[in-house]
């Protein structure tokens, strides 16, 4: 544990959160935000968890969620925070130990690093390196790409229905209106 990080009992996944990585013991967490880098009292799947809980679910809650948009169910991607656009993706399963969990949001290129493992650059040029092949990794940045396009397309569905009826279209008003008065004539005659 390195002493100049900040060291928290508890934290909640926010739009600055890029990976969230055990530490060599497995009893901590190492969180790498945008601009600092933290020490958690708590393992990632712990973080996970509480952080989607504080979001209104569980982890098996979004977990479920992901099964019955896309039917996976190994290593699920998983919104922690739809209106904020967090997803995250487990490198392997969420039952390992050795789980890291990183930011779909913050990855802007990865590539293939010795030992077949892979070293991803995150947007602000800090770059990590994990015991995963760049074809597992990029097949879970893929699936969390999809998860993510789904959520989106409902969340901007619903906001359409919604700026439908907030602010209808003069098309939209004018047959509200003819309908209205055909009512109207009818139960005049």
Not at 29 to 57: A, L, N, T, W
Not at 110 to 134: C, E, R
């Amino acid at each position: 544990m390195n002493e100049l990080k900040n060291v928290l009992e508890d934290y909640i996944i926010n739009r600055f959160t890029m990976a969230i990585i055990p530490d060599s013991n497995r009893m901590y967490s190492e969180v790498i935000e945008y601009e600092e880098e933290v020490v958690v009292h708590k393992r990632p799947m712990e973080i996970i968890d509480q952080s989607c809980r504080y979001f209104g679910s569980s982890y098996s809650g979004r977990k479920e969620g992901t099964k019955g948009l896309m039917r996976i169910t190994h290593k699920s991607p998983i919104v922690i925070d739809p209106a904020n656009s967090i997803y995250f993706f487990p490198t392997t399963s969420s039952t390992k130990s050795h789980c890291v969990w990183i930011s779909h949001g913050y990855v802007k290129e990865y590539s293939k690093a010795k030992h077949d493992n892979t070293q991803i650059t995150f947007t602000n040029g800090k770059t990590i390196t994990l015991p995963l092949s760049v074809g597992s990794f990029e097949n879970q940045l893929f699936r969390t790409a999809q998860l993510r396009t789904i959520i989106t397309s409902r969340i901007e569905l619903e906001q359409q229905k919604i700026n439908k009826l907030l602010k209808p279209s003069e098309k939209d008003v004018n047959a509200i209106y003819e309908q209205i008065i055909r009512e109207f004539q009818r139960k005049l005659y």
